[in-house]
């Protein structure tokens, strides 16, 4: 009895250490006959970088400028003498048309007739005076001749006083005639130019006297437009055929205009011609003028150059050799650009600026086939390795 109950103790503590020790053994075997993973080292992804190759070019800027067109001459019509208007040209009125020497008014010339012919009768007075007078001298003189006396007779004796007298009267009745002429000349007020009416002030049945302002006149034969620029664009416009420097004519300096007319856009082609007389005070910028030759002459297609029309201006820049023109995406920092080197690094790069538009730069400082990127970046940490990506846009070069 005492050994059975020995056998029910051991086996009571040896019966859990068999069953721990048998699962020991199965997880082992479990464990050591499971597949060994593989190790994989993840691979580290790399930016793509997109980018245009920097090739050297030449480059002419365009200098953009606006301006309001007006006629070179402008002038107020005014009468040189005063009387009744009787008469007005049909293109006498507001925006009305003429040419040079065309008759625009006329006024009552009845008094000035009258003042020439009181002219003629007092020359006509004048020269019978003098006649009689020089009969006058002669008979003197042959009286003097016949008394023998040998002397040299005077000028009192030989009515030479009396003869000057009757010569300045003759000239005076001339000039009154010369003038009476004039002023009746003068009551046909002509154009002085070819030109439109920019606003009539009179008309028939109207007295003016001297300096009334008949009207505000406009030349047609040259229109001007002046342009504002700073000093920058200033210094991009070849200025020397003004000034006589350049061997280059004033053919040169052509400006390109363009305006909405009729809901169209219209182009013309102008010459710069000089330069204002001084700086603007208040802007700082000095204007260039520009003139277009017969503004109102249209060609199939074209419009007139209306004064007082808005118009936006293109002047072509002095040309700039050995420079590389890039998208403005491809700035950063206002003077650098991102490069990508032989090693697929990034590389900052400073440059020269020398010339800007909302889409594109012009500089200097970068060397032939550069990778230049063009992708914005957040963060730029030099010497970070990137995927280069030439650009599908850019054909794969900066472009003239």
């Known amino acids: 009895m005492m050994k059975r109950n020995q056998v029910k103790k051991y086996l009571g503590w040896a019966l859990p250490v068999l069953v721990l020790a048998a699962g020991i053994i199965v ?46 001459q402008q002038i107020d019509l005014v009468p040189e ?12 009125a507001d925006g009305g048309m003429f040419k040079a020497g065309d008759a625009l008014i006329r006024i009552d010339p009845r008094n000035y007739q009258f003042a020439v012919a009181r002219a003629r ?31 040299k007779a005077s000028s009192l004796v030989l009515r030479e006083p009396q003869m000057a007298k009757a010569r300045a009267k003759l000239s005076s009745a001339r000039a009154d005639l010369d003038r009476a002429l004039l002023d009746l000349e003068r009551t046909t007020v002509k154009a002085p130019f070819n ?44 200025m020397s055929p003004l000034y006589g420097g350049g061997a280059s004519g004033m053919e040169d300096l052509k400006v390109f205009l363009h305006a909405n007319v009729g809901g169209k856009r219209r182009n013309w082609i102008g010459t710069l011609v000089r330069t204002a007389g001084s700086v603007d005070i ?30 936006e201006a293109e002047i072509p820049g002095k040309k700039i050799d050995d420079v590389f023109l890039l998208p403005r995406s491809a700035l950063r920092n206002q003077d650098e650009v991102v ?12 440059v020269e600026v020398v010339h800007s538009t909302p889409d594109e730069i012009v500089v200097r400082g970068l060397k032939e086939g ?18 280069w990506q030439l650009d599908s846009g850019a054909d794969g070069e900066s472009k003239p």
């Open 121 to 151: 009768a007092s020359v006509a007075d004048a020269e019978n005076s003098l006649a009689l007078e020089q009969a006058e001298a002669g008979l003197a003189r042959s009286e003097w001749e016949e008394l023998g006396t040998g002397k």
């Open 370 to 387: 550069e990778r230049v990127n063009i992708s914005p970046l957040e963060v730029l940490v030099v010497g970070t390795k990137v995927k």
């Open 195 to 238: 030109g439109r009416v920019e606003k009539k002030n009179v008309d028939i049945g109207q007295y003016v006297t001297l300096g009334t302002n008949l009207a505000q006149l406009y030349s047609t034969d040259i229109a001007e437009i002046s342009l504002p620029l700073t000093e920058r664009e200033l210094g991009e416009v070849d």
């Open 339 to 350: 490069i990508v080197d032989k090693n697929d690094e990034l590389r900052t790069r400073k």
């Open 81 to 92: 003498v005063a009387g009744k208007i009787i008469w007005v040209a049909s293109s006498f």
């Open 282 to 311: 208040n802007s700082r910028v000095l204007s260039v003028i520009v003139e277009v030759r017969n503004p109102y002459q249209v060609t199939p297609g074209g419009a007139p150059l209306l004064n007082g029309l808005f118009v």
């Open 27 to 72: 997880s082992s075997i479990i464990r050591n006959s499971r597949p060994e993973a593989a190790i994989v080292v993840p691979e580290k992804k790399l930016a793509t970088i997109r980018g245009i190759i920097a090739r050297k070019t030449s480059f002419q800027p365009v200098i953009h400028a606006q301006g309001t067109v007006k006629a070179k």
